[in-house]
């Protein structure tokens, strides 16, 4: 599953409760490899890559809040 948006990514996880959530090569890539021998054990998988609402970097409150699919890349320009 491929959602675009929070709405469909929560409407997803409803109809879906039991499928894995990925972006880039998480724990995921590595359990697949390495415990599951290369086959992927989930029947279904939500890809949260596309979603634009999670890829953010912000101070609110005097706090450091990091979106779920920001790349590491990103939060080392945003701190140097």
């Known amino acids: 599953h491929h959602p675009k948006t929070l709405a469909q990514l929560i409407s997803?996880?409803?109809?879906?409760?039991e499928s894995k959530m990925i972006f880039g090569n998480s724990e995921v890539?590595?359990?697949?490899?390495?415990r599951y021998?290369?086959?992927?054990?989930?029947?279904d998988?939500?890809?949260?890559?596309?979603?634009?609402e999670l890829d953010y970097i912000r101070l609110q409150d005097?706090?450091?809040?990091?979106?779920?699919?920001?790349?590491?890349?990103?939060?080392k320009t945003y701190c140097d």
Do not use: E, R
């Open 12 to 17: 997803l996880c409803d109809q879906y409760p």
């Open 29 to 34: 890539g590595v359990d697949v490899k390495f």
């Open 37 to 43: 021998g290369g086959k992927l054990p989930f029947a």
């Open 45 to 52: 998988v939500i890809y949260l890559g596309a979603i634009a």
């Open 62 to 75: 005097g706090q450091l809040q990091i979106g779920a699919t920001t790349s590491l890349s990103k939060l």
